[in-house]
């Protein structure tokens, strides 16, 4: 089961209002990837486990000190996370078959989700 940890900013499903059936494509998006500052979005001492035993201890490496005395995803200078953008698009993640908890967590669709897409002039 996933670690449940308290999050600051990229944190789950904290409204009542249900997805919408037509769900954006988090691979075409990563707004919510952009949160400006290392550390924002948590990964739990699991996420670090599973990463070690899948061969990398790259991603283990790579997190920066978190809120709450957990450790979080670096970003860049341009505030987006070290994993978002492949050859094929700037907004999909690298890692988005073996990605963090909460990133897992976050649900493409909720409330959260269309701020963080409004924001970015996506909706
Ligand atoms: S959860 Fe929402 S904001 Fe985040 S990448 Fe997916 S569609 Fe974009
Ligand atoms: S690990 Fe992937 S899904 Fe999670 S914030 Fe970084 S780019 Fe986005």
Not at 27 to 38: E, K, M
Not at 95 to 106: K, L, P, V, W
Request: charge should be negative; charged fraction near 25%.
């Amino acid at each position: 089961m996933a670690q449940s940890i308290p999050q600051p900013e990229k944190s789950g499903r904290p409204d009542s209002t249900p997805p919408s059936n037509a769900s954006p494509d988090c691979l075409s998006c990563g707004a919510c990837c952009r949160t400006g500052h290392d550390g924002r979005i948590l990964v739990p001492e699991a996420d670090l486990v599973r990463w070690r035993a899948a061969g990398r201890d790259d991603l283990a490496e790579a997190v920066q000190p978190g809120h709450f005395g957990y450790v979080g995803f670096a970003t860049r200078a341009d505030g987006s996370c070290v994993h978002l953008g492949t050859v094929e698009s700037a907004n999909a993640c690298q890692i988005y078959e073996i990605r963090g908890t909460t990133c897992r967590d976050f649900e493409a669709g909720s409330e959260q989700c269309l701020e963080f897409r409004r924001d970015a002039g996506l909706d």
